[in-house]
């Protein structure tokens, strides 16, 4: 991030995991990408891009941070949602230190509060961040930033804890878009993490396997490409994945769960798969820094966000 922060000695080095949570679509993914300077997890205006609980690692000299972008938390309407929700609110119970992201673009909600009390009555060691500060004048800064702390004080304080001595929680302003504030954030992120060595090698950015990172790359273009009503029934699977003489042969199934919805992935003549295909190859191209031959085709499972057994398949566990 920064090439200025001062090195420190192995003994004064913190290591530790970070949940990065908050309500769908307030630039979580967008933030982990900015902060360890490349793509490990898709982003899209769609709410509710994110699916799993995805590892982005950045170091730096003092400090290494492993940020897991979860899915936003949402009132769930089918089994998938569940799980998702499910799986972000157990990541708040697994890691040494929460990271609450909230949009600066619009006032304080029922679901923010929602996180809040969530968070308060954990007990959790918590930092926050008002994204989106490129949208805001100086002057509507502050006032978001005066309503997001009365949130976060509330009428009753945090509980205090060994890890949280019942002070107020930091606050941040931040813009995962354009990466103002983020050095601030990192800094702040490193001091309230425990000391300790290195957890992944220095230059490693996610510990992701490559199938799900191919898989999120080709979801991702669905998502930029077709119409509102399709990006919630979506999932991709890699069925097989080769090398063939210098570049990588991927063949991949594009999920959807109506007929109609199908006709909108491939579109007339094939070209809105094409325009797919061609988005998420040159993704993968740039993610394996070599040539990429991808092969899609699409699949009606009908009513798949709400069969177990579906959503094993897709790996959409309960972690």
Same mark, same amino acid.
């Given at each position: 991030?920064?090439?200025?922060?001062?090195?420190?000695?192995?003994?004064?080095? $913190? +290591?530790?995991?970070? !949940?990065?949570?908050?309500?769908?679509? /307030?630039?979580?993914?967008?933030?982990?990408? #900015?902060?360890? *300077?490349?793509?490990?997890?898709?982003?899209?205006?769609?709410?509710?891009?994110?699916?799993?609980?995805?590892?982005?690692?950045?170091?730096?000299?003092?400090?290494?941070?492993?940020?897991?972008?979860?899915?936003?938390?949402?009132?769930?309407?089918?089994?998938?949602?569940?799980?998702?929700? $499910? +799986?972000?609110?157990? !990541?708040?119970?697994?890691?040494?230190? /929460?990271?609450?992201?909230?949009?600066?673009? #619009?006032?304080? *909600?029922?679901?923010?509060?929602?996180?809040?009390e969530l968070l308060r009555q954990g007990g959790f060691a918590v930092q926050v961040a008002v994204n989106k500060s490129d949208q805001l004048d100086p002057d509507r800064r502050l006032a978001v930033a005066g309503q997001y702390r009365q949130l976060l004080d509330g009428p009753v304080a945090a509980p205090a804890t060994a890890t949280n001595p019942g002070q107020p929680w930091p606050l941040h302003l931040c813009s995962a878009l354009t990466g103002e504030g983020t050095e601030a954030l990192v800094k702040a992120l490193s001091l309230a993490l425990p000391l300790g060595p290195h957890l992944y090698p220095a230059d490693a950015v996610t510990d992701q396997p490559e199938q799900l990172l191919l898989e999120e790359?080709?979801?991702?273009?669905?998502?930029?490409?077709?119409?509102?009503?399709?990006?919630?029934?979506?999932?991709?699977?890699?069925?097989?994945?080769e090398e063939d003489g210098p570049r990588l042969a991927v063949l991949a199934t594009v999920v959807v769960e109506r007929t109609s919805q199908k006709a909108i992935v491939i579109g007339k003549g094939g070209q809105m798969l094409r325009r797919i295909g061609e988005g998420a190859r040159l993704s993968m191209q740039k993610l394996l820094d070599g040539p990429v031959y991808l092969e899609l085709f699409v699949k009606v499972v009908p009513h798949w966000r709400r069969s177990p057994t579906r959503l094993a398949e897709l790996g959409y566990n309960t972690d």
């Open positions: 991030m920064d090439s200025t922060l001062p090195v420190v000695s192995p003994n004064d080095f $913190r +290591s530790g995991f970070v !949940a990065l949570i908050g309500r769908p679509n /307030v630039g979580k993914s967008t933030l982990l990408n #900015q902060l360890v *300077g490349s793509k490990v997890a898709i982003t899209s205006p769609v709410a509710q891009t994110t699916r799993h609980r995805l590892r982005g690692i950045l170091t730096t000299p003092g400090a290494q941070i492993v940020l897991l972008d979860t899915p936003g938390i949402h009132k769930p309407h089918h089994l998938l949602g569940e799980r998702l929700v $499910r +799986s972000a609110r157990t !990541a708040i119970g697994e890691v040494d230190l /929460v990271f609450l992201l909230l949009d600066g673009s #619009q006032p304080p *909600g029922g679901g923010d509060a929602f996180i809040v790359l080709i979801r991702e273009q669905v998502l930029h490409h077709t119409r509102e009503e399709v990006p919630h029934s979506v999932a991709v699977r890699v069925e097989r994945m």
